[in-house]
């Protein structure tokens, strides 16, 4: 079993940068596929990004390809993502999520989830 807890989040002017962490406990973080989603209000969970459990490939939802960059470090139980050339419509409750399973991009394919951070891209 893993705990997560994000971190990282806050107001920010479109166009400005954040990076989100997320630091997992337990001794098997390498072993898990990790992610992050987020949700806007009034909108349903979405798929944010992904990344393997060694690092190798990652995914990214068309939005955010080019704008935001996912990575682990295993050695301290953290995946990050980068975000940057925020825009308004980034604006949401992001979470951290984790799965012993292959990496994917749908909420049920994930079986730990962090309590979220909050990220607010203003005008």
């Known amino acids: 079993q893993v705990q997560l807890v994000e971190s990282g989040g806050g107001l920010v002017q479109a166009g400005g940068s954040l990076r989100l962490s997320c630091a997992a406990s337990?001794?098997?973080?390498?072993?898990?596929?990790m992610a992050w989603f987020r949700q806007a209000p009034g909108k349903e969970r979405e798929f944010v990004a992904a990344i393997t459990w060694s690092g190798d490939a990652t995914y990214y939802t068309a939005p955010v390809k080019g704008r935001f960059t996912i990575s682990r470090d295993n050695a301290k139980n953290t995946v990050y993502l980068q975000m940057n050339s925020l825009k308004l419509e980034d604006t949401a409750v992001y979470y951290c999520?984790?799965?012993?399973?292959?990496?994917?991009?749908?909420?049920?394919?994930?079986?730990?989830w962090g309590q979220g951070t909050q990220v607010t891209v203003s005008s």
């Open positions: 337990g001794r098997t973080f390498s072993r898990y596929a």
């Open positions: 999520a984790a799965t012993m399973s292959r990496v994917g991009t749908r909420t049920n394919e994930y079986d730990y």
